[in-house]
């Protein structure tokens, strides 16, 4: 079976709402443009070690919360609280990177903790740092949590998650969520920020017209 030509690489940070806000979205693209595109998500860090994090009662997030997320949160139908952390989130990167590789034995693993992620910081306040709330995670998707633990404690996903953001600054990204459009392996674009159905649709077919 031929390859789709279409890529997309979905570049998000676990910290990010108009991320998980996108996802909706990007569950739409997938099942519209179904075997003729695949669709990768990347990582990204906003605010990487040593780098300060956000204070959660700030006025920068309440007011982004109130002006924005809130608003599209209501637009498409989602539940997002405003979490009671800020935490790093290179490490929900690396657990989502070994998700993936459990895909060969439980298949769906890595899109089912990248969910899992996303709903657990932006409806539960999950501590994104913390090993041992990442390993629950896990182990609340049927997968193994102790291996999960282990490959943070060793590392064996950082040099994935430090890869996608190096190819991230290469490409100039600044914020995210940054969708990079692929086709036939070279770059086709770049749309950022959280990006409306129609918009997604739009820029597929435009592609898609360009094969002919």
């Not at 290469?170 to 990079?180: F, M, N, S, W």
Request: with cysteine; net charge negative.
């Amino acid at each position: 079976m031929a390859q789709p030509r279409i890529a997309l690489d979905v570049f998000s940070d676990y910290v990010c709402p108009f991320c998980y806000l996108e996802m909706p979205e990007l569950d739409a693209l997938a099942e519209r443009f179904a075997g003729r595109m695949t669709i990768r998500w990347r990582a990204f860090e906003l605010r990487p070690d040593p780098e300060p994090t956000l204070d959660p009662d700030g006025d920068y997030l309440q007011d982004v919360w109130g002006r924005a997320v809130y608003p599209m949160a209501a637009e498409r139908g989602m539940t997002l609280r405003l979490p009671r952390i800020q935490p790093r989130s290179r490490l929900a990167h690396e657990a989502a990177a070994w998700a993936e590789t459990q895909a060969a034995q439980q298949p769906g693993a890595g899109d089912a903790m990248r969910r899992a992620l996303f709903r657990g910081f932006f409806e539960e306040s999950l501590d994104l740092a913390d090993p041992l709330a990442l390993a629950r995670v896990a182990d609340g998707l049927s997968l193994d949590g102790s291996a999960l633990r282990r490959a943070l404690e060793n590392g064996d996903h950082r040099q994935a998650v430090m890869e996608d953001q190096r190819t991230a600054r290469e490409l100039g990204i600044q914020g995210v969520p940054a969708l990079r459009f692929s086709l036939d392996g070279e770059h086709a674009g770049v749309l950022e920020g959280a990006q409306p159905r129609r918009q997604l649709f739009l820029a597929t077919q435009r592609l898609l017209d360009a094969l002919g």
